[in-house]
T-cell receptor, first 115, second 111 residues
């Protein structure tokens, strides 16, 4: 069964260091999402891509976060410099992209701990 | 974005039906009602969605009120594997298509 792949599963980094997460969506899925989930809360959308274009990054802290999806397939989310408050689960999701209420598929996430 | 209101937590017994409510009094005519669930230490997974009519699939049923201001996710026979956080989400599709999660309902299933 096709799935959204994320790596690494776990990451520990020191504050002020740079960190990057990678996501490979389901083949053929045009829309890719990055979410951040703080313990005890629901996922918060950081950025949404349609193919290689950013559709929504209104909640992305652009002073330290960046995201790219250069060829419209896999994607990288970067944090530089990391802060203690960035400790969270980072989830990637994808869907067909036809925007008529299709099912989104989520990866297992990357658990980031900033020390 | 239209808001949803869900109870923080609910409890059920194994093999009994579970009715998870969601209020969405400001829903617009083009908003679909989506349900996702998140098992411990996993990403969310799709459960079901609907617009006006009740919907059934292999995982659950979705009952939508006639005025669409509320809906209920029905798990017909809860199992221990159904213990998860359940999210009710409104999605209008088109250029506004996105999944905005609230806090959801934590379902505990007792053996």
């Amino acid at each position: 069964e096709a799935e959204v792949a994320q790596s690494p599963r776990y990451k520990i980094t020191e504050k002020s260091q740079a960190v990057a997460f990678w996501c490979d969506p389901i083949s053929g899925h045009a829309t890719l999402y990055w979410y951040r989930q703080i313990l005890g809360q629901g996922p918060e959308l950081l950025v949404q891509f349609q193919d290689e274009s950013v559709v929504d990054d209104s909640q992305l802290p652009k002073d330290r976060f960046s995201a790219e999806r250069l060829k419209g397939v896999d994607s990288t989310l970067k944090i530089q410099p990391a802060e203690l408050g960035d400790s969270a689960m980072y989830l990637c999701a994808s869907d067909r992209g036809d925007r008529i209420n299709t099912e989104a598929f989520f990866g297992q996430g990357t658990r980031l701990t900033v020390v | 974005d239209a808001k949803t209101t869900q109870p923080n937590s609910m409890e059920s017994n194994e093999e009994e039906p579970v009715h998870l409510p969601c209020n969405h009094s400001t829903i617009s005519g083009t908003d679909y009602i989506h349900w996702y669930r998140q098992l411990p230490s996993q990403g969310p997974e799709y459960v079901i969605h609907g617009l006006t009519s009740n919907v059934n699939n292999r995982m659950a049923s979705l009952a939508i009120a006639e005025d669409r201001k509320s809906s209920t996710l029905i798990l017909h026979r809860a199992t221990l594997r159904d213990a998860a956080v359940y999210y009710c989400i409104l999605n209008s599709g088109g250029s506004n298509y996105k999944l905005t999660f609230g806090k959801g309902t934590l379902l505990t299933v007792n053996p």
